[in-house]
C-alpha cells in the first residue's frame, strides 16, 4: 500500500513542481532521506500533496436506539401466549400513556369494527363542540346514550348533526378524522348498523388495534380536543350499562375505565371488541393506559369474554405493579 501510493506521488512529480513552486510556498528544496523501499520525494511535493487532500468530516455518532421496558415485552408475551392458547380470533394493543411505549398482539390486522368505529363520531361531535359549532346540550343526551348501551341509532345521529344534516357529509367527515390521525390501516364506510342505508364504496368498517390506540393516545395526550373536552368525553365513557361491563372493566382493579363496546354477529361468527382508556391515581399523580380487544368469528356469544377479561387483567397488573 505505501509503495503504490509513493509511486503516485513520483509519478506526479511534474506536476506539483509547476503547480507549487518551492518559492512560493517556503519550503526548502531538501530533500527526504530514501524510505526502506528507495523511494524518494521533496518536502514541497508533500506539502502540496496535503494542500490538495481535502479533508473528511468524521461520520456522526448513531443515536442510540431506543429501549423498550423488558416489563412490557413480557407483557406481550403473556397477552400472545393468553390469544393462542384461547384459540379465539382475537387482536390487542397497549400503550403506556406517560411514555408512549406500546404492544401488541395481531396489532395491525384489520377487525370488524362493530360499534368501537362509532367513538370516532362520537369524537367528531366534541370536536364540534369546541369549536362552537352547536351548543354541548344539542348533543349531550345522544352522546350519553350511545355511550350506555352502546346504541347504534343515537350513534348515527350524531353522526346526520356532525355531518351538517346528512349521513353522507357525517360518514365523510369522520373518514376526514380517521386521516388526519393517520389511521391508514382503518376504514369508516357506512354508520355502524345501517350498510342498506349509505355506504362509502360497499366496504366492510373495520379497525386495527393499533390504530385504535394511536387515536386514543393522541385524544389523551390533547392533540385532537383540549384537556376540558378531553376529561368530559372520558367521563360520559365511564358511564356504560352493568350488562356491558364484562370485557375490559372485568380485568381492572381500582381504576377509571373510560371504554366503547362494539359487539355484533357476522356470518364467520360473532364479533366482540372493547376499547378504552384506564385512568388510576398514584402518588405521582394520575396515570394512563390505552387498551384495545377485538374478537371475531367466535363461535358462540361471548365465548371471548374469559380472554378478554384475561388481558385486561394482564395489562392492569402489569400497570399496577409499575405505578403504584
Given at each position: 500500500m505505501i509503495r503504490r501510493f509513493l509511486v503516485l506521488l513520483l509519478l506526479l512529480g511534474t506536476?506539483?513542481?509547476?503547480?507549487?513552486?518551492?518559492?512560493?510556498?517556503?519550503?526548502?528544496?531538501?530533500?527526504?532521506?530514501?524510505?526502506?523501499?528507495?523511494?524518494?520525494?521533496?518536502?514541497s511535493e508533500v506539502a502540496c500533496v496535503a494542500e490538495a487532500v481535502p479533508a473528511v468530516a468524521p461520520s456522526p455518532t448513531p443515536a442510540p436506539t431506543p429501549t423498550m421496558d423488558p416489563g412490557?415485552?413480557?407483557?406481550?408475551?403473556?397477552?400472545?401466549?393468553?390469544?393462542?392458547?384461547?384459540?379465539?380470533?382475537?387482536?390487542?394493543?397497549?400503550?403506556?400513556?406517560?411514555t408512549g411505549e406500546s404492544i401488541d398482539v395481531n396489532g395491525d390486522d384489520p377487525r370488524h369494527a362493530g360499534c368501537t368505529l362509532n367513538w370516532f363520531v362520537l369524537l367528531s361531535n366534541v370536536i364540534d363542540v369546541q369549536e362552537g359549532r352547536y351548543p354541548e346540550s344539542e348533543v349531550a343526551?345522544?352522546?350519553?346514550?350511545?355511550?350506555?348501551?352502546?346504541?347504534?341509532?343515537?350513534?348515527r345521529d350524531l353522526l346526520i348533526q356532525s355531518g351538517g344534516g346528512s349521513v353522507e357529509g357525517g360518514v365523510l367527515k369522520v373518514r376526514r378524522l380517521l386521516e388526519g390521525l393517520?389511521?391508514?390501516?382503518?376504514?369508516?364506510?357506512?354508520?355502524?348498523?345501517?350498510?342498506?342505508?349509505?355506504t362509502t364504496d360497499g366496504s366492510l368498517n373495520t379497525l386495527t388495534a393499533n390504530d385504535m390506540n394511536r387515536a386514543l393516545t393522541a385524544f389523551y395526550r390533547g392533540e385532537v380536543v383540549n384537556e376540558q373536552w378531553r376529561d368530559y368525553l372520558l367521563e360520559k365513557m365511564t358511564n356504560v350499562k352493568q350488562g356491558l361491563q364484562y370485557l375490559l372493566p372485568a380485568g381492572v382493579g381500582n381504576a377509571r375505565v373510560s371504554h366503547k363496546n362494539g359487539f355484533t354477529w357476522m356470518p364467520g361468527g360473532w364479533v366482540d371488541n372493547d376499547i378504552g382508556i384506564v385512568v388510576f391515581d398514584s402518588s405521582d399523580g394520575p396515570r394512563a393506559y390505552a387498551i384495545s380487544f377485538y374478537s371475531q368469528d367466535v363461535p358462540w356469544e361471548y365465548a371471548d369474554v374469559?380472554?378478554?377479561?384475561?388481558?385486561?387483567?394482564?395489562?392492569?397488573?402489569?400497570?399496577?405493579?409499575?405505578?403504584?
Open positions: 506536476f506539483l513542481m509547476t503547480a507549487c513552486p518551492l518559492e512560493l510556498i517556503g519550503v526548502e528544496s531538501t530533500l527526504l532521506a530514501p524510505d526502506p523501499e528507495g523511494v524518494i520525494i521533496s518536502d412490557l415485552l413480557a407483557l406481550r408475551d403473556r397477552l400472545a401466549a393468553a390469544i393462542e392458547e384461547s384459540g379465539i380470533n382475537a387482536a390487542v394493543a397497549v400503550t403506556d400513556l406517560q343526551s345522544l352522546i350519553s346514550r350511545t355511550i350506555w348501551g352502546s346504541n347504534p341509532v343515537t350513534a393517520g389511521l391508514t390501516r382503518s376504514v369508516f364506510d357506512h354508520p355502524p348498523g345501517y350498510s342498506e342505508q349509505y374469559p380472554l378478554g377479561q384475561t388481558l385486561s387483567r394482564l395489562a392492569w397488573e402489569y400497570f399496577a405493579a409499575k405505578y403504584l
